[in-house]
Nanobody, 119 residues
C-alpha cells in the first residue's frame, strides 16, 4: 500500500508565496514520476507540474516562471514552491505519485490541500 500525504496549503494574499509538500511512503515500492494537480470550484482537475525520478520537470503554462517543483528522492517527497500567487491559483492542490515495481505501476493520489489566494 502506498500513502500520499500533502501539507502546506493555506490562505495567502496576492503576490505572496506558499510551499506545498507531499510525502509518499510504501514498502517494496519504487517511486517514479511525482506531480501536483489542482482543481478549482466548477472546473476540471488540471496539471500544475510534474517531476520524474531523474529530475525532469514539466509545468503548465499558467504557472511557468512562478512555481518550482522539486523532489528529494531519499525522502520520497515532492515540493511545490509557489511565488507571485494570483487569485486564479485558488484551488485544491493534489499530489499524484506513480509507484510500483518494474513493469507494474499505479497512480496514487493524496487527499488534497486547499490554497486560497485572496486579499
Amino acid at each position: 500500500q502506498v500513502q500520499v500525504v500533502e501539507s502546506g496549503g493555506g490562505l495567502v494574499q496576492p503576490g505572496g508565496s506558499l510551499r506545498l509538500s507531499c510525502a509518499a511512503s510504501g514498502s517494496n515500492r519504487s517511486f517514479y514520476a511525482m506531480g501536483w494537480y489542482r482543481q478549482a470550484p466548477g472546473k476540471q482537475r488540471e496539471l500544475v507540474a510534474t517531476i520524474t525520478s531523474g529530475g525532469s520537470t514539466n509545468y503548465a503554462d499558467s504557472v511557468k516562471g512562478r512555481f518550482t517543483i522539486s523532489r528529494d528522492n531519499a525522502k520520497n517527497t515532492v515540493y511545490l514552491q509557489m511565488n507571485s500567487l494570483k487569485p486564479e491559483d485558488t484551488a485544491v492542490y493534489y499530489c499524484k505519485v506513480v509507484a510500483g515495481t518494474p513493469g507494474v505501476f499505479y497512480n496514487y493520489w493524496g487527499q488534497g490541500t486547499q490554497v486560497t489566494v485572496s486579499s
